[in-house]
């Protein structure tokens, strides 16, 4: 079975600061995809990134960077000079292929990333 | 703004009662997939259809259902509704039949059971 945890429930940061929002996996499949999500208060749902399980290079975007560690099954999100527009809940999810071109999509509960001015 | 568009924005219904929900994928778009987020339960994957073809299920209810119609929109189905049915409603597109690409979001339907 597959399982994310996200363990940070709610996180404030002040404007500026930079902020990691962890995410732990867990699977017994060689081959899976990380993704992770933002959603804001408006309430749609922006996908950020994709990582697949053969791939461990980290990636930079802007002011996001992720750090994809497979020996400590986690892919963990960092924020950097943290902007009043990040405040959002981030989820964290994993996808598994069950076999017969099937996948098992499993969300972590989200973290819930308040920036005060 | 997504492309994808999902409606009605908001329905109340009471408890036995089907609804439909409806989404519009991005032009081009051959997948969709839906989406339930609840209090209770999170976010889950219901299930996925690729041109037409259910692709991929997830955690979707006997109660429900879905299809995918030649002009590429999707129907999500839901009867004998349940007030633990009441949540958001999501729909995503994406061009490809796997998981390894950008999927994009509709706003959602709220649904409210009562």
């Known amino acids: 079975a597959q399982k994310v945890t996200q363990a940070q429930t709610e996180i404030s940061v002040v404007e500026k600061e930079d902020v990691t929002l962890d995410c732990v996996y867990e699977t017994r499949d060689t081959t899976y995809y990380l993704f992770w999500y933002k959603q804001p208060p408006s309430g749609e749902l922006v996908f950020l990134i994709r990582r697949n399980s053969f791939d461990e290079q980290n990636e930079i975007s802007g002011r996001y960077s992720w750090n994809f560690q497979k020996s400590t099954s986690s892919f963990n999100f960092t924020i950097t000079a943290s902007q009043v527009v990040d405040s959002a809940v981030y989820f964290c999810?994993?996808?598994?292929?069950?076999?017969?071109?099937?996948?098992?999509?499993?969300f972590g509960k989200g973290t819930k990333l308040s920036v005060i001015p | 703004d997504s492309g994808v568009t999902q409606t009605p924005k908001h329905l109340i219904t009471a408890t036995g009662q089907r609804v439909t929900l409806r989404c519009s994928p991005r032009?081009?778009?051959?997948?969709v997939y839906w989406y339930q987020q609840s209090l209770d339960q999170g976010l889950q994957f219901l299930i996925q259809?690729?041109?037409?073809?259910?692709?991929a299920k997830g955690n979707i209810l006997e109660r429900f259902s879905a299809q995918q119609f030649p002009d590429l929109h999707s129907e999500l189905n839901l009867s004998s509704l349940e007030l633990g049915d009441s949540a958001l409603y999501f729909c995503?597109?994406?061009?490809?039949?796997?998981?390894?690409?950008?999927?994009?979001f509709g706003q959602g339907t709220r649904l409210t059971v009562v």
């Open positions: 995503a597109s994406s061009p490809a039949k796997s998981w390894n690409t950008e999927a994009f």
């Open positions: 259809y690729y041109n037409g073809e259910e692709r």
């Open positions: 032009s081009g778009d051959l997948s």
């Open positions: 999810a994993l996808i598994v292929e069950s076999g017969a071109g099937s996948y098992q999509l499993t």
